[in-house]
């Protein structure tokens, strides 16, 4: 649809050129000169707004034909990122000819665009800071559409990066807790990437998270067994998907000078409270599962435990 749309608009914008070349062709040269302004003759008015009409739609139409047939076999991702270039480069394409059509003297056009471009300067700093900030999202890419970002105070899943703004549907806020959707659309300037720090949950084709979960037990449980069965459970529950998260995990530190141990499976640790004693699983896991994934470890992990009363026991103060 919009491939045909672009072909729509060159055969018009060629339409418009050949009307305006014949315009031309048929108009005596003293009518066509502009000695003063506001004494245009109607040929020359005619000639000018035919070749600016022709300007807009081929560059139209150019960027919908190029933009179909660039992003034929890109990904989502890739051709949000496409059609923004395009737009910004065409855009700027039909100015520069729109200005050629229209303007005689270059030299004091540029003059006079530099004189309002330096008072714009000042009174549009912050969009004019936005849209570094895009220029920035494109060349180092922190994040990009379809990831799970936080910007300052507000997390979300970005919807679309514009020139000026990043859209973001919003996971919990105020509405809502544990990671999940509020429903709201939160937009964003892109200004704030080169001013404070941005978290990529999904991080560079590596979408995956360490979380944790902790139950609480009274201090006569039997913390040797109750780790094991902790790590045994998450063992079973998330198979070889957190092994193959591990090795991922580990190419990835091995391209940097970061050195961690990073351990094969599950983990327990153990924190010490005044009443009871915690024992935090840790484990990895797909950002987008770790609400659901923790839910279902808590479940199975409780039901571990109530099986073995004599060695697993939960504390019973009212402090707790």
Do not use: C
């Not at 714009?120 to 220029?135: D, E, N, R």
């Not at 799970?148 to 507000?154: A, N, T, W």
């Not at 529950?237 to 000078?257: C, F, H, P, S, W």
């Amino acid at each position: 649809m919009r491939r045909h749309l672009g072909y729509a608009s060159l055969v018009a914008a060629v339409a418009a050129a050949a009307a305006a070349g014949f315009v031309r062709a048929t108009t005596p040269l003293a009518d066509l000169a502009v000695p003063a302004l506001g004494d245009i003759s109607p040929d020359a008015a005619a000639t000018t707004a035919l070749l600016a009409v022709a300007v807009v739609l081929a560059a139209n139409g150019a960027y919908f034909v190029v933009y179909e047939l660039a992003a034929r076999r890109a990904t989502k991702r890739r051709a949000h990122d496409l059609r923004n270039v395009l737009r910004l480069g065409f855009g700027a394409l039909a100015l520069v000819g729109l200005l050629g059509v229209l303007a005689d003297q270059w030299v004091g056009l540029l003059v006079s665009l530099g004189v309002v471009g330096f008072a714009i300067t000042f009174a549009l700093q912050q969009p004019l800071l936005s849209l570094v900030g895009w220029f920035y999202l494109m060349l180092k890419r922190p994040y990009a559409v379809g990831d799970r970002v936080q910007m300052g105070e507000v997390s979300g899943d970005v919807i679309e990066v514009d020139f000026f703004v990043t859209t973001l549907w919003e996971i919990n806020g105020p509405l809502v807790s544990t990671n999940q959707p509020s429903g709201r659309v939160v937009t964003v300037p892109n200004s704030q990437v080169l001013s404070s720090e941005v978290v990529n949950f999904s991080g560079v084709g590596f979408p995956y998270v360490w979380n944790e979960l902790s139950v609480q037990v009274a201090y006569e449980t039997d913390l040797a067994f109750a780790r094991e069965r902790m790590t045994g459970v998450a063992d079973d529950y998330l198979g070889d998907e957190m092994a193959d998260a591990i090795d991922r995990y580990r190419d990835r530190l091995a391209d940097t000078a970061v050195e961690l141990e990073v351990a094969e499976r599950p983990s327990v640790n153990v924190v010490q409270r005044e009443s009871w004693v915690e024992l935090r699983l840790r484990y990895l896991v797909h950002h987008r599962r770790a609400t659901r994934v923790r839910n279902d470890l808590y479940e199975r992990v409780l039901a571990e435990f109530n099986e073995t009363p004599d060695r697993v026991a939960f504390p019973v103060s009212r402090s707790r």
